[in-house]
């Protein structure tokens, strides 16, 4: 049988790394590319996040109304939509005024759309 001596060779704990000047450039363009790549996707989440809301943003004029004592989004719905669905003006209503609740309390303030 043959024996086999592995000696194991002492580490380096205070090797130093020195980069050339080629590997500091090298160090660079991956630094600046790898900034570079994260503000485009940071720029291109928010450009679409406001491209995709814009597409909903309506052209539709609205006007400012008091609501009366007794009205309901329901019956403002009614008289806005004619023979169509009342529940999409009900929507509609809710989004365009940013409303929490489908309740309304007399005096206050709505915008409703002005249509022929």
Known sequence: MTTIA???SPLRSNAQVRLTPRGRAVARVAVVASLSILLLAC???FS???AGSSESISTTPYV???VKPGETLW???AG???SGDKRDMVD???EVNRLNSPELVAGQKIYIPTRP
């Open 6 to 8: 592995i000696h194991p």
């Open 75 to 77: 019956s403002i719905a």
């Open 48 to 50: 679409g996040a406001t």
């Open 43 to 45: 720029f291109s989440l």
């Open 80 to 82: 806005l939509s004619g």
């Open 92 to 94: 509609e209503l809710i």
């Open 64 to 66: 400012k109304i008091t």
